[in-house]
Antibody
């Protein structure tokens, strides 16, 4: 069974750093692109970026380029999303999700449960 | 960047009726590079349609159509569990983008 299990909710202060995780199981991690999607409170879905764990090829939306870093550790089948300096406007739910086609970035068929990040002074 | 625009913002319908949701792209998207998702409150999105194919386990009342810049999600007979927010997303070129969503609510 394919599963994406995300790390728990976080409460941080502006300026702090953060790294959230998405652990995959039930499939060959290196063969499927994994993406990150933001959902701000009461708002829609925003595609942030995506990584191919096989070779760490990473693509970002221009809206998020330079604001976050996406990475993956093949040895533990885990993808990450990190910030160096959080802002209050980073408060949102962040989802990881897997491309439905192997070796091809596409729509997302399996999703993590979401990680709520709250940034407040 | 391709901008995806969904309409209407909200659709008020009764169970048993059919729903037609629209998604317009700011530039042409290859036909099989468009997906539709359903999201219910407090849940992660669920993939319904990729291209014109239903994702695994999705009921036959959901169908996707369209080409170029105009795409449609049709729900043939609304069930109580179909009242939710629906998003389209292209995956034709970087960056992949979502539409703003259509809320299907009970009339």
């Amino acid at each position: 069974e394919v599963q994406l299990v995300q790390s728990g909710a976080e409460v941080k202060k502006p300026g702090e750093s953060l790294k959230i995780s998405c652990q995959a199981s039930g499939y060959r991690f290196t063969n499927y692109w994994i993406g990150w999607v933001r959902q701000m409170p009461g708002k829609g879905l925003e595609w942030m970026g995506i990584i191919y764990p096989g070779d760490s090829d990473t693509r970002y939306s221009p809206s998020f380029q330079g604001q976050v870093t996406i990475s993956a550790d093949k040895s533990i089948s885990t993808a990450y999303l990190q910030w160096n300096s959080l802002k209050a406007s980073d408060t949102a739910i962040f989802y990881c999700a897997r491309s439905f086609v192997p070796d091809t970035a596409a729509a997302f068929d399996y999703w993590g449960q979401g990680t709520l990040v709250t940034v407040s002074s | 960047e391709i901008v995806m625009t969904q309409s209407p913002g909200t659709l008020s319908l009764s169970p048993g009726e059919s729903a037609t949701l629209s998604c317009r792209a700011s530039q042409s998207v290859r036909t099989n590079y468009l997906g539709w998702y359903q999201q219910k409150p407090g849940q992660a999105p669920r993939l319904l349609i990729h291209g014109t194919s239903r994702a695994t386990g999705v009921p036959a009342r959901f169908s996707g159509s369209g080409s170029g810049t105009e795409f449609t999600l049709t729900i043939s007979t609304l069930q109580s569990e179909d009242f939710a927010v629906y998003y389209c997303q292209h995956y034709d070129n970087w960056p992949f983008t979502f539409g703003g969503g259509t809320k299907v609510e009970i009339k």
